[in-house]
């Protein structure tokens, strides 16, 4: 090929590594030669419940209909998330995962010559959406593996137009509290949208975190980000949602593609929503899993970020690529981290009470116990 398309490119998306995702399972066992029934993958924050069986009665109900466009606007989905959330339909906007809904405000608020303010440590999409729009992406130095909200102020300049912060934070797991919140809603300049990426909120005991929806009366630059992969078990259907204010939500819409949220998607949101159990024994779940895996950690003398979300990072204090390779001899896959600046650690997602034995007995294993 004689032309480089790659400095045909934008600038800013020349710059950019492509996202890594998880290893999958069927990846993995055509690598080493493993049975797939054999392999445990700790590595995406998926949920270990499965699905609710309410939404898989759902989707079969979908099935006859694959022909047809799914609903374009989301009626009945966004009407149960407006009731739901406490706002108006026109408020709500969705999105093929959580994802797009960055990706949408990239697209509508930023672009050459402005910038986004986001954390160290923080979601690989942030910088992926703002570059590639040919915006400037601006990564405010980590504390103790959180945000800093000051920095993350002082860093915001005039060509400023989004901050993406998310709480808890994905890989590390921290979070930041109410007050925290309200003082940096209201110092951040009214022309700047703040993007509140909150799809581990769900996992939080009541009163733990912040309810972004409780500040977007009085901060009309709020945008709260949201999804059904994790604690809703929907990860492969991809869908999420926002709740900004309407004229907001009428710009994004502006941008958004046509039918970006398919049918099958729209019907198991709507009965997930339906299904608290569900939520619930999603919940409990996790709670009971983080405590197993501390537990684990504490016996093998490790150190580990304490979390919010349905994922703990673990450090061992030096290279843990070889002790990742360890465990995916051993048909374990969890997440390395070093793409984050964080090499020396490991991110490993709740799984069932015998998948969460299964990866710490291989870990006793790759650490030589």
């Not at 896959?333 to 299964?358: D, W």
């Amino acid at each position: 090929m004689s032309c480089d398309f790659l400095a045909l490119a934008q600038p800013g998306v020349q710059k950019l590594s492509p996202y890594v995702p998880g290893k999958p399972v069927e990846e993995l066992a055509r690598e080493l030669d493993l049975d797939p029934q054999s392999i445990v993958k700790l590595a995406s924050n998926e949920n270990p419940l499965g699905p609710s069986p309410k939404v898989l009665d759902a989707v079969r109900a979908q099935l006859d209909e694959l022909t047809r466009y799914p609903d374009g606007n989301g009626f009945v989905l966004k009407q149960k998330l407006a009731q739901r959330c406490g706002v108006g339909i026109e408020q709500v906007t969705l999105g093929n995962g959580s994802n797009d809904i960055l990706e949408l405000v990239a697209r509508a608020y930023l672009a050459p010559g402005l910038n986004a303010v986001f954390s160290e440590h923080a979601f690989a999409v942030y910088p992926i959406a703002t570059q590639a729009v040919g915006a400037q992406a601006k990564a405010v130095a980590a504390k103790q593996w959180g945000h800093d909200l000051d920095a993350m102020l002082a860093a915001i300049d005039a060509n400023t137009r989004v901050v993406f912060i998310a709480n808890p934070n994905n890989p590390t797991g921290t979070w930041f509290g109410a007050s925290a919140l309200e003082q940096f809603l209201a110092a951040v300049p009214e022309h700047v949208l703040v993007v509140l990426d909150e799809a581990y909120i769900e996992y939080a005991d009541d009163g733990e975190l912040p309810d972004g929806l409780a500040f977007m009366g009085s901060h009309p630059n709020l945008l709260v980000s949201r999804t059904f992969s994790k604690a809703y078990g929907l990860a492969a259907l991809r869908v999420g949602y926002a709740i900004c204010s309407a004229q907001i939500a009428d710009v994004l819409n502006r941008v958004r593609q046509p039918f970006n949220v398919n049918s099958l998607a729209l019907a198991a949101a709507c009965a997930a929503l339906d299904d608290r159990a569900y939520l619930a024994r999603s919940r409990a779940s996790n709670a009971a899993g983080m405590q197993q895996l501390e537990a684990g950690f504490k016996e093998l003398g490790l150190e580990w970020i304490p979390s919010k979300g349905n994922f703990i990072a673990v450090d061992f204090g030096r290279d843990a690529a070889p002790i990742n390779q360890a465990l995916l001899r051993d048909g374990v896959i969890v997440r390395p981290v070093a793409g984050y600046g964080m090499p020396t650690f490991l991110r490993v997602s709740i799984g069932t009470e015998a998948e969460n034995f299964r990866f710490l007995d291989a870990l006793c294993k790759a650490l030589g116990r």
